[in-house]
């Protein structure tokens, strides 16, 4: 082989090292965006990855409709993992959590629109092998689509309370309970819940006014004389954020009517019951 031949192998081979080195030093590129879409009758939907230094980012595409709240939540155990807002159909850039340090933005639409969302991180921030996963959750709700549901609460002959079970999660953060209250009578409500992000409110339905609101006042026990007959809602609620992504947090809710003011105890064996229903968390539809 000639002198000039191996001399053009080497130079081959040093020209192929190097940009193999320079390859591995870049990030690589971020795929076609993804697009976002909803289950029927879901306001809610979730993206679960990983970021790293030589994937730094992913973007998502997401479409809202007009009249609607479009929210984003970043759910990450990594403070070094941002996302940032594109309103796409105007060209303008709408947040950059880099800058505000949210985890959580919401805008609202009156026409059409398509966002444009990366999560990121600064991979000069980033070491070899970290890979911090990350869950983000994209929401598209009107004034009527998060309506709660409602119950109306009845009670059984000769027992002054009645009991619940229920959970709440993302998609539907709330519910209420109805009851007539007779005048004179007491109203008691308790909430039976391992998650202290749940709480619950107690509306008198003619006034409009609420009496006790437990994520504001903190309680999991109230009570009050109705001076006259009327209806009153309780909500059990928690923001959405508050809840873990994909999952139902369970709660017992005790709601009692009775003459006079001495706190009457649940019914026998009720307490156990609510507090072994409301333990824990089920798997989100």
């Not at 006790?212 to 006042?217: A, E, F, L, P, Q």
Request: aromatic letters at 8%; charged letters at 15%; a neutral charge.
């Amino acid at each position: 082989m000639s002198v000039s031949r191996i001399r053009s192998i080497r130079s081959l081979a040093a020209a192929t090292g190097i940009a193999l080195c320079a390859a591995l030093a870049l990030p690589a590129l971020a795929d076609t965006p993804v697009t976002v879409t909803f289950q029927p009758n879901s306001h809610w939907a979730q993206e679960v990855n990983t970021v790293s230094r030589y994937d730094y980012y992913h973007d998502y595409s997401v479409a809202i409709p007009a009249d609607k709240t479009f929210q984003v939540n970043l759910v990450t155990r990594d403070p070094n993992v941002f996302f940032k807002v594109k309103d796409e159909t105007h060209d303008k850039q709408l947040v950059d959590t880099l800058q505000t340090g949210a985890t959580t933005w919401s805008t609202q639409t009156t026409e059409p629109t398509t966002y444009s969302i990366r999560v990121y991180v600064q991979p000069e921030a980033m070491q070899r092998d970290e890979k911090p996963k990350y869950a983000l959750q994209i929401g598209q709700y009107g004034k009527n689509d998060l309506q709660p549901a409602t119950t109306a609460v009845t009670f059984q002959d000769n027992n002054p309370w009645a009991q619940m079970t229920g959970s709440v999660d993302p998609q539907a953060p709330s519910h209420d309970f109805t009851v007539a209250m007779a005048a004179g009578k007491t109203l008691a409500v308790n909430l039976i819940t391992q998650n202290p992000d749940v709480h619950f409110t107690v509306k008198d339905q003619a006034s409009g006014n609420v009496l006790v609101d437990s994520g504001k006042t903190p309680t999991s026990k109230w009570s009050t004389t109705v001076p006259a007959a009327g209806n009153y809602t309780v909500s059990v609620y928690a923001a959405p954020t508050a809840l873990p992504a994909g999952r139902q947090v369970k709660y017992a809710l005790q709601i009692g009517q009775y003459a006079g003011t001495a706190a009457q105890p649940a019914a026998g064996g009720t307490a156990a019951a609510a507090a072994s229903a409301a333990a824990g968390s089920s798997s989100g539809h």
